[in-house]
């Protein structure tokens, strides 16, 4: 009888069922519909109605023009990456080193532009740089021409288009790092002597190029899968492979072709990350430093330390050319060209969809500059029924993707920055592998899947599609968010006699529930404007917003489409303004 009350009270739960019950369900996720899905689209490649065959392949390599496509889709993304990470770099050092009050306004308008709607930010450009257009209009009332020239549907356009669209993921991505530098050590290496120049580049900047390299491969792989901008800006001399990829499914249902080329798309993709990862470690993507990354190329990083100590002498007799403009903000100033060229950057991000606001208004429709003043265009845009139905169906399936991705994602995160597990890395580069994926050939292969489980145009298959592409999100802010938590306050509340559940709940839970709040404003923006996956499995009745703005934008141009940027625009400066009340409100507690 001594023994019963023992009875009653089950075996604590080994620390592996523990730590597996944290991951399963996001593993699960991910090898139902991102492992699967792309492995069946690309074994489409390698069979026919007769078997195994590489005809798709010899159809690929046949003719130059899909190969031509390649390097055309590298040399964008890759000037894309450049140029973003060169014009991000000041913004985000400017940011990392301002006071708190100017820091929360600067971020505002980093985060207004990087949760903008990128179909709202294309189709600002196709405005701005359209033959009735503001820049063409600027240049006629200066006489600097006597027609309006032909600035869209060319490279430049493209580029134009693809940096502004890419430039607030490459600031944010890097802020994340340096607002983590020890401001200190630039202090302490003028104190020893250094110049303002040297101080930065031999001792802040080689603390700053994990985020530098961070910033790269988001861009990058975000640009490399990019269609939005191509179609709308470039011409046929722009045209990207994740645009061929599109045409081959929509067009001429050539399955075996598209995972071909889906095929070479995730090649490159796979080589550029392996790169990178013996480079940087793909930790670092979430912030993470390791020993190792420190003893890998010891060589080369020796090479670099005498590069940049020769920018840095460069750096300071520049500096010494424009006297007053040295002074850093350590002294208690910001360098004024630093300060112009930020707010430059600022307006030239922030402009185009502010453009929209004006021209909405407009009885001229969308030519430049508005006249009259009218809300027929937001009349219309209530009054159709299409666009209610497509703006409920983004919040509902936006809600729910957001919901999942946080119920999936933030015990995996737990997991991932607390537990000592074997292979970790390896399970967190699988956790980030959607990232890895061009989101195209995800989307292509949940919709075959889709299609067999009658999921194709209901609003669950569109939950599940976003999820899986929004959970690594999630995964990746809450990690971020739980190596800044002091986990001696867990530990205080259970000497205290608190159980670890009573624990999460009442001490865990409301310190990150602003992180928390960020990661799932994170996933329900991402899943709010996703439309490589709608494109495909919402099917044609039950569009979602994005959807629905694509196929108005692509088949009739209407004044309608500025009305809908602007509550778009207004929707997302509203959530931004809420995130960051509730993150002050919850640094006062």
Known sequence: MSTAPNRLHAAPLPTWVKSWLMIAPLLLLLIAFLVYPVGRLLSLSFFDADGFSLAAYKQLFASGLYLNVLWITLKISLITTILSVVLGYPVAYLISTTEKRTKGRLIFLVLLSFWTSFLVRAFAWVVILGRNGVVNQFLLSVGIIDRPANL????????????????????MTMLAVMENIDRNLPRAASTLGARPGSAFWTVYFPLSVPGVAAAAIMVFVTAIGFFIVPTLLGGRFETMITQLIIDQVQQTLNWGLAGAISVLLLVVVLIVFFLYDRIFGFASLTGESTATNANRDTAARRAGAKVLALVGEASDRLIALFPGSGKSSDAGKTPWPLTAFVWTILVLISLPALLMVPISFSQSGLNWPPSGFTTEWYGQMWNTPVWKQALWRSLTVALGAGVLSMLIGVPAAFLLARAQIRGKAVLLAFVLSPIVAPRIIIAVG????????????????????????????????????????????????????????????????PILAAGMFSAFLFAFATSFDELTIALFSSGGLNATLPKQFWDEVTLQVSPVIAAVSTCLLVFISALIFLADRLRQRSLAR
């Open 152 to 171: 869209i549907y060319s490279l430049g356009a493209v580029l134009v288009g693809m940096v502004h669209a890419m430039l607030p993921l490459a600031i």
């Open 446 to 509: 949940l919709f075959y899947i889709f299609a067999e489980l009658d999921l194709v145009g209901t609003s669950l298959g569109l939950i599940i599609g976003h999820t899986v592409v929004c959970v690594p999100y999630v995964v990746m802010t809450m990690v971020a968010v739980l190596r800044n938590y002091d986990t001696r306050l867990d530990l205080a509340a259970q000497s205290l006699g608190a159980n670890p559940a009573r624990s999460l709940l009442h001490v865990t839970f």
